[in-house]
T-cell receptor
């Protein structure tokens, strides 16, 4: 079983709609959680860190559920420019803080 | 497909030593890249390649060298290791089109003493 799992999608979303997807992790000692947006040929861009209390940045909301070991990302009022692959990244608690990557969830926003 | 294979998983070097981190992909991806990840920081691009014979510098290229003699392989060389290069290194590849996914290797934990 992979340590970090995501639904690969694609999630086809009409412009203006809301889309949400999860990422599950298997290591209960995982400490830090992030959502990245990635496009091929570009450096993955940190979208937001995910905190226990949940956090919101504009149209994006991230939640962490430690009991069920998943994080979620919700995008409201989807824009065409939101089409991308969203990468879930989990940092383990060993001294190196090594990142564990999900496989990415593809979102396609259509006019 | 094995995906992106990165070796070694762990390495300890002394200052001044050189070594090569290996990265290979069997997906016929055009684009390959190397990142380093340090505590409290996101992934930073070291070098990348858009195809065999073509390489270019990323954000933090100093002290590293790359080559892309084949589509499959993209080794990263540390010419003279320094403690500042202690980090976790990730290799990645993708097909090259927009909105294509990046596939990551499992990472190399490097310590330079």
């Amino acid at each position: 079983r992979k340590e970090v799992e995501q639904d690969p999608g694609p999630f086809n979303v009409p412009e203006g709609a809301t889309v949400a997807f999860n990422c599950t992790y298997s290591n209960s000692a995982s400490q830090s959680f992030f959502w990245y947006r990635q496009d091929c040929r570009k450096e993955p861009k940190l979208l937001m860190s995910v905190y226990s209390s949940g956090n919101e940045d504009g149209r994006f909301t991230a939640q962490l559920n430690r009991a069920s070991q998943y994080i979620s990302l919700l995008i409201r009022d989807s824009k065409l420019s939101d089409s991308a692959t969203y990468l879930c990244v989990v940092m383990t608690t060993d001294s190196w803080g090594k990142l564990q990557f999900g496989a990415g969830t593809q979102v396609v926003v259509t006019p | 497909n094995a995906g992106v294979t990165q070796t070694p998983k762990f390495q300890v070097l002394k200052t001044g030593q050189s070594m090569t981190l290996q990265c290979a992909q069997d997906m016929n991806h055009e684009y390959m890249s190397w990142y380093r990840q340090d505590p409290g920081m996101g992934l930073r691009l070291i070098h990348y390649s858009v195809g065999a014979g073509i390489t270019d510098q990323g954000e933090v290229p100093n002290g590293y060298n790359v080559s892309r003699s084949t589509t499959e392989d993209f080794p990263l060389r540390l010419l003279s290791a320094a403690p500042s290069q202690t980090s976790v290194y990730f290799c990645a590849s993708c097909r090259g089109g927009t909105n294509e996914k990046l596939f990551f290797g499992s990472g190399t934990q490097l310590s330079v003493l």
